[in-house]
């Protein structure tokens, strides 16, 4: 069963927190379908949290069609988003990776801004486009580089008249 921590200093919404984990567990194999969910009871009294608070976070995990709600039953996991699963040779690589890097003196921010701009190098969006369009911590979007670019060149469409200045393309 799922166990939820609750960063009341993060900035994300609580019941995103929950969503968050409960899609983490999902992926790492740690729930499967059949397994049921703590109840609300159970995560209230474990996190001292809003009933209603947990309630919205099963709802939307329903909505997205990862659990089932039964009533007087419990919650139960529909399916699972598992591909690698807790104990693949690529986490252990990606734990000796962590390691190294917190002994190097990166910060938990260090590290996930260093993974995050790999990740975005190597994976594509539904468009085949590197990265993603998303609005970062500073609310700008997209993806660029300190030159205000796209990976291909192009000036991104938030920067351009910065960069227009003297510059053909």
């Known amino acids: 069963m799922v166990e ?13 927190q929950i969503v968050q984990q409960t899609k983490q567990a999902l992926r790492l194999g740690m729930l499967r379908p059949g397994d049921k969910l703590p109840t609300a009871r159970e995560v209230v009294e474990a996190t001292a949290i809003n009933p209603n608070t947990v309630l919205k976070a099963y709802r939307e995990l329903e909505r997205d069609g990862l659990v089932e709600a039964r009533r007087g039953v419990g919650t139960f996991v529909r399916r699972g988003l598992s591909t690698a699963p807790a104990d693949s040779p690529l986490r252990s690589e990606l734990d000796e990776w962590a390691g190294r890097a917190h002994e190097a003196g990166l910060d938990r921010d ?6 995050t701009a790999v990740l975005d190098e190597h994976f594509t969006d539904d468009r085949g486009e590197p990265g993603t369009d998303r609005t970062d911590r500073t609310g700008a979007t997209g993806r660029t580089g300190a030159t205000g670019r796209t990976r291909d060149g192009r000036p991104h469409p938030t920067t351009h008249d910065q960069h227009s200045q003297g510059d053909p393309s």
């Open 4 to 16: 939820y921590r609750i960063d009341r200093h993060s900035g994300v919404a609580t019941y995103v």
């Open 110 to 115: 260090d590290v996930t801004a260093l993974f």
